[in-house]
């Protein structure tokens, strides 16, 4: 079983055993199971998914730190929300704003446009996670 934690600035999200899970990091989709080596990775917004007593739950997650050891998994997120706790409304609204934001910096370098890509990424997969899917 691993321990799972993750905190917001607003408020301490989850606190509960789990078997497995996934987040979205820099550099990738990590899984992390029992006795996964030590970690500390940023977090890109993505889904993070986690296991226990075979069912599993999502948290659309957009940015912060994870960090793995001895079988603990810490995650410090920006933002962590259920697919009930998205209103889909300002989603799309913040999707449109960040979509806009992308589009006047197009012509920047790839460092640059980083915030908007990210803000991008977290509107679509808070979209993502409130369809369902």
Known sequence: MLHLEIVTPEKRVLDAEVDSVTVTTATGEAGILPNHAPLISALKPGIL????KGSTDKLAVSGGFVEVSNNSVS??????????????AQARSDKDAADKALAAVATASLAETEAARDAVDAANTRLTLAAGK
Not at 49 to 52: E, V
């Open 49 to 52: 998914s986690y296991s226990a």
């Open 75 to 88: 995650v410090l997120a920006d933002t962590a929300e259920s697919a009930g706790e998205i209103d889909v």
